[in-house]
Every structure is written in structure tokens, then in C-alpha cells.
């Protein structure tokens, strides 16, 4: 039999009686998102459905009770059930002792959320899976598991590679529109390769050569161009800023099949002969 799980979320006393929706609902959402993203983050990948079975108000603490379902019918999910569920439980219990491991890390922007609560307008989080003993989220080891998390963060950014940098360069993009950075004409553009948007602001030389603002976008809105000046990266290495002082426009070239067709990619190899050079194997 697959796992159920509880939550109940219980008031802070000298806030008042009872429990703000907000507060109530949204921290029982939370640790339901903390539960989903231990299986997987990305919902298409989950066999996995958490069905509200119970809920109640014996004033002043909620309680919401959840039990897995297949999301398709043919599936059987007591295992991956209990597997989630006791990983989940098995982390946030550690968190609370101020350890940071495992599925956790998928399951922390919920799980910061429902412990920034029981520091400040939440007095406990009661979690219950069946056949466990309960456990609770209180202000406490709620700031145990806070400290915890940020140290994990800390070493998280140590230890990530640090790709922010300026280039000068050209970059290939297709404008989307007009903007203003700074105060300054700037342009939206659609880096070609990693196709995420970027701002190139034009100098003040290249905007007069482009003329007003709207002969601007109703000749080059769309079109694809070669873009020269600074390249400004961020820390992950994607473009953010191009500070550009000149363009060229790439036209847009079109190949009919026959076209394709008559290319010859082989030429006097066989399509073995080919592979064998693509892989190496010709040359030993």
C-alpha cells in the first residue's frame, strides 16, 4: 500500500487565533510542490498524481491529507510512491538537523518558502507519512535548516564557474524590436545559436547612420544581422549587453529541395567510405 501524506499547520499564537488563508494554503501547496519535485522536476516525468483526500479545521490548525494516484491508468505506483516519500522525508528531516543532501536540492525553492513561514506567522508544520512518526517544522530547527540552506547556496556559488567577462567581438542575431537602455537607443535581438534575447544598445555615431527610430523598425524588424562591439556575458555565459558600433545585414537565402537534391555530399565515396572518414576509421 502506497504512503499517504498529511500535513497540519498550526498558528502563531501571538498573531492571533487563527490561521490567514494565505498562510494556511499556501504552506500546505508548498510541501505538496516539495513532494512532486522529489520525483521529478519536470511534471511530463512524473507517474505520480497527489489527490486531496481530507481536509479539515479543528480550529485552529489545518489539515490537509494527500494519497499518490497513477497519472495514467495502467501504471502501478506503489513503489515509486513509497521510493518519493521516504526520500523526501528522509531529507527534510535531515534539514532540520541542519544537513543538506539528495532530493532535497530539487525540492528547496518549496521547501525555503514553508520554512521562512515557521520563522515568522507559522508556529508548526506538522508532516505526517503513513506507517513514520510525525515530525514538525517549528521556528527552531525552522532557522536550523535556514542556515543550513544558505551555507549550501554559499558553496554552491564557490563552486560554480564564474563566466561573466566583456569581449570584443561579432555576434549574429535577428532583431525583435526597439528599446532604450539607459536612455539610449538600444535594440532587442535573438542571439542566432543560443536563440535568448539580448540588449544591444547602439553608439551614437551607428544611431545616426540608422536615422529615425521609425524607419528603423520598419526596415530591419526581423532581419538577421552581423553585430560588432562589446559583448557583454553574464556569470552563467550568456549575452547580455552588446554596446555595438557597427552592423551588417545577413540576408536570408532560400533553398528550394531540388536544390538540396542536386547537392552532392558524397562525391565520389560510398556512403560507408563516408561514415569511415566522419568517425576517424579512414585514417587509422
Request: aromatic share 6%.
Amino acid at each position: 500500500m502506497a504512503k499517504t501524506f498529511s500535513v497540519t499547520v498550526y498558528p502563531d499564537p501571538l498573531g492571533g487565533e487563527f490561521l490567514t488563508v494565505s498562510d494556511a494554503l499556501n504552506q500546505v501547496l508548498d510541501m505538496i510542490e516539495a513532494l512532486e519535485r522529489s520525483e521529478a522536476v519536470n511534471p511530463n516525468e512524473r507517474q505520480i498524481v497527489w489527490r486531496l483526500t481530507k481536509a479539515h479545521t479543528n480550529s485552529p490548525p489545518f489539515t490537509l491529507m494527500a494519497e499518490p494516484f497513477p497519472s495514467k491508468p495502467d501504471l502501478s505506483i506503489v513503489l515509486e510512491a513509497n521510493r518519493v516519500a521516504g526520500l523526501l522525508e528522509s531529507d527534510v528531516r535531515g534539514l532540520l538537523e541542519g544537513r543538506v543532501s539528495g532530493v532535497v536540492i530539487d525540492a528547496m525553492p518549496a521547501l525555503k518558502r514553508v520554512i521562512d513561514r515557521n520563522t515568522s506567522t507559522i508556529t508548526r508544520t506538522e508532516i505526517t507519512f503513513s506507517g513514520s512518526e510525525p515530525f514538525s517544522i517549528r521556528p527552531q530547527n525552522a532557522k536550523t535548516a535556514k542556515a543550513a540552506i544558505e551555507r549550501a547556496e554559499i558553496s554552491e556559488r564557490e563552486s560554480k564557474p564564474d563566466w561573466q567577462r566583456t569581449e570584443y567581438g561579432t555576434v549574429e542575431g535577428e532583431i525583435a524590436g526597439l528599446t532604450r537602455w539607459n536612455g539610449k537607443p538600444a535594440l532587442d535581438v535573438m542571439e542566432r545559436l543560443s536563440e535568448k534575447k539580448f540588449t544591444c544598445v547602439l553608439s551614437d555615431e551607428l544611431s545616426e547612420k540608422i536615422g529615425p527610430a521609425h524607419n528603423w523598425s520598419e526596415v530591419w524588424e526581423g532581419r538577421r544581422v552581423n553585430l560588432t562591439g562589446a559583448l557583454h556575458y553574464n556569470s552563467d555565459g550568456d549575452l547580455k549587453r552588446a554596446d555595438i558600433d557597427d552592423f551588417e545585414d545577413v540576408p536570408w537565402t532560400d533553398v528550394t529541395i531540388n536544390d538540396l537534391k542536386k547537392f552532392d555530399v558524397l562525391g565520389d565515396m560510398s556512403m560507408e567510405e563516408h561514415l569511415e572518414l566522419l568517425r576517424g576509421e579512414a585514417i587509422g
